[in-house]
């Protein structure tokens, strides 16, 4: 078990920088440790993906329970916190204490608008996969053959979901439910 | 016992939340955007994006840290342990339910079906939210240049974000212009 606890920590803390830099690490640990084999781990990649919650900390609760069942699913949770939790304790603290100072000011003004610059990419990376048939399996998509690989009715329901959300406004809970909805109607009816 | 109850509202916000996070973390960035500062006002959106750029150089899953730094700011340490334990309780859940049939649950058409439309959802959300956050953020030619600059290296070189961040601090520490606010 304390195995366990320490990898997962470890996972926790070389996670700088979001859920998809959890991946490669978690295949240099629990996969090469043979805790799960790699097609299991892609499985639990893409289930991960289809439930609730921040992705890597399903994939980590995930292999968890795989592995002991909801014990360690449990501790693999905690286990992966517990770097961010210190971090986080520590730079909140800071954070109160400086945060009317002037420099401090400047500083997060600017990383705001970093912020706006990572929504945008993330939101085209987000487009990419959505639009285009075969990214995920890593087919090469340039001007060259793009338009092969577009999927016209992931465009359609694109458009609906943003007029609907344009028009009722409202919590955005409910139309990724509907998002839901009409991924049934259009890909699996 | 008035904190005891603040303490379990933290862990019930998350918990329900978490029930509810579809789409990975932009999009519960989102949710946390519409619930926790529009509905319970726990912080500002300006507060909430601070956490969230902070979270980014921060070791660790980012919107967990977000959730770390809200809980810290209604209740201290002892909040950060009840945003956590709400953040991961739903996780532990869905997966003691779901692991059992876990093959045939990545494996069936109807799972791929759904993913692809939140996933469709989740672009108009995010298209939406990018305008709003612009809008919001972007007030002097600086904040467009680095913005722009963000984008491009995050886009298209591929340039991990810690080191756009530490960028930004540098430029932002030289350049910025906070004057009348």
């Known amino acids: 078990m304390i195995e366990e606890i320490l990898t997962f920590m470890y996972v926790g803390l070389m996670a700088i920088g979001g859920g998809l830099v959890t991946i490669p690490i978690l295949i240099q640990t629990v996969v090469e440790?043979?805790?799960?084999?790699?097609?299991?781990?892609?499985?639990?990649?893409?289930?991960?993906?289809?439930?609730?919650?921040p992705i890597g900390l399903n994939i980590s609760t995930y292999i968890g329970?795989?592995?002991?069942?909801?014990?360690?699913?449990?501790?693999?949770?905690?286990?992966?916190?517990?770097?961010?939790?210190?971090?986080?304790?520590?730079?909140?603290r800071a954070y109160n204490k400086y945060k009317e100072n002037k420099y401090v000011k400047k500083v997060f003004k600017g990383?705001?608008?970093?912020?706006?610059?990572?929504?945008?990419?993330?939101?085209?990376?987000?487009?990419?996969?959505?639009?285009?048939?075969?990214v995920e399996e890593n087919i090469e998509i340039g001007f060259s053959n793009f338009y092969k690989y577009i999927d016209y009715l992931?465009?359609?329901?694109?458009?609906?979901?943003?007029?609907?959300?344009?028009?009722?406004?409202?919590?955005?809970?409910?139309?990724?439910f509907i998002g839901g909805i009409i991924g049934i109607l259009f890909y699996y009816i | 016992m008035k904190?005891?109850?603040?303490?379990?509202?933290?862990?019930?916000?998350?918990?329900?939340?978490?029930?509810?996070?579809?789409?990975?973390?932009?999009?519960?960035?989102?949710?946390?955007?519409?619930?926790?500062?529009?509905?319970?006002?726990?912080?500002?959106?300006?507060?909430l994006l601070n956490f969230y750029a902070i979270s980014q150089t921060i070791p660790g899953i980012i919107i967990v840290n977000v959730a770390l730094f809200i809980g810290n700011k209604k209740g201290g340490f002892l909040g950060m342990l009840a945003a956590m334990l709400g953040v991961?309780?739903?996780?532990?859940?869905?997966?003691s339910i779901i692991?059992?049939?876990?093959?045939?649950?990545?494996?069936?058409?109807?799972?791929?079906?759904?993913?692809?439309?939140?996933?469709?959802?989740?672009?108009?959300?995010?298209?939406?939210?990018?305008?709003?956050?612009?809008?919001?953020?972007?007030?002097n030619v600086l904040g467009w240049i680095i913005a722009i600059g963000a984008f491009i290296a995050l886009f298209f070189l591929n340039i991990p974000i810690y080191i756009v961040v530490l960028a930004?601090?540098?430029?932002?520490?030289?350049?910025?212009?906070?004057?009348?606010?």
Request: charged share 15%; with cysteine; proline share 1%.
């Open chain 1, 33 to 53: 440790k043979g805790w799960i084999t790699l097609e299991e781990f892609y499985n639990i990649v893409s289930i991960s993906e289809a439930t609730p919650g």
């Open chain 1, 65 to 92: 329970y795989a592995r002991g069942g909801i014990l360690l699913a449990i501790i693999a949770s905690i286990s992966l916190i517990i770097p961010s939790f210190i971090f986080v304790y520590i730079v909140a």
């Open chain 1, 111 to 134: 990383l705001r608008a970093t912020v706006a610059g990572l929504i945008v990419s993330t939101a085209l990376g987000m487009y990419k996969i959505v639009v285009f048939n075969g």
């Open chain 1, 154 to 176: 992931s465009i359609l329901g694109i458009v609906i979901l943003f007029a609907l959300q344009l028009k009722f406004k409202g919590n955005v809970i409910k139309y990724i």
């Open chain 2, 3 to 47: 904190k005891f109850r603040e303490l379990f509202e933290i862990f019930f916000v998350f918990l329900r939340l978490g029930f509810v996070s579809f789409g990975g973390g932009l999009a519960i960035f989102k949710i946390y955007t519409d619930e926790l500062v529009k509905k319970k006002n726990y912080l500002t959106e300006e507060e």
């Open chain 2, 88 to 95: 991961i309780t739903p996780s532990i859940i869905i997966i």
């Open chain 2, 99 to 139: 692991a059992a049939n876990l093959k045939q649950f990545a494996q069936y058409k109807i799972t791929h079906a759904i993913f692809k439309g939140i996933n469709m959802s989740i672009c108009s959300v995010i298209t939406i939210m990018s305008y709003d956050i612009i809008k919001k953020n972007l007030t």
């Open chain 2, 168 to 181: 930004t601090i540098i430029v932002s520490l030289l350049w910025m212009d906070c004057e009348g606010e």
